[in-house]
C-alpha cells in the first residue's frame, strides 16, 4: 500500500494539464485586459485632440460654436463607426468642448463585462481669441 501511495505521489502525468488548465485563463483575463485599457486610452487621446483642435478653431476665430460637432468630426474619423456626442458652448471668454464616447464602444475587448456603463468624457477649455 505505502509503495503504491510513493508511486501515486511521484507520477506527474497530467501535471502539464493542471498547470496550464490554471495559468490560461489568467493569461488570457490579463491580454485582453491589456488590449481594452489600451484601446481606452487610444480613444482618450484621440478625443482629447479632437476636442483641443476644436476649441481652437473656434477660439482663434475660424469657425463659430454651432460648427462644433463638424470641426471634430474631421478630428475623429480614427474613431471608426463609434458613436460619440460633441457638445461646444461659449460662455463670456470661454470657449469649451466636450467630447463624451460610451466606454463599452471604447473598449475593444471587454471579457469581465467591466465596461460596460459608463463613458469616456473629453472636456477642454479655451479663452477666446480678441481681435
Known amino acids: 500500500m505505502r509503495s503504491q501511495l510513493t508511486r501515486l505521489w511521484k507520477c506527474e502525468r497530467g501535471t502539464t494539464i493542471l498547470e ?11 491580454t485582453f485586459g491589456t488590449i481594452s485599457v489600451g484601446s ?6 484621440n478625443t482629447l485632440h479632437a476636442a ?3 476649441a481652437r478653431t473656434i477660439a482663434i476665430g475660424e469657425d ?6 463638424a470641426i471634430a468630426n474631421n478630428h475623429l ?32 475587448v471587454d471579457v469581465l463585462g ?4 459608463g463613458e469616456l468624457k ?6 477666446k481669441e480678441i481681435g
Open 64 to 69: 463659430v460654436v454651432g460648427n462644433a460637432t
Open 114 to 117: 467591466i465596461f460596460n456603463s
Open 20 to 30: 496550464t488548465a490554471l495559468i490560461l485563463p489568467i493569461f488570457v483575463t490579463l
Open 77 to 108: 474619423i480614427d474613431l471608426g463607426g463609434m458613436t460619440y456626442t460633441v457638445i461646444g458652448s461659449e460662455v463670456g471668454p470661454d470657449i469649451k468642448v466636450e467630447i463624451t464616447v460610451p466606454l463599452a464602444e471604447a473598449a475593444l
Open 122 to 127: 473629453s472636456e477642454i477649455t479655451l479663452k
Open 40 to 45: 481606452i486610452l487610444f480613444v482618450k487621446g
Open 52 to 54: 483641443r483642435e476644436t
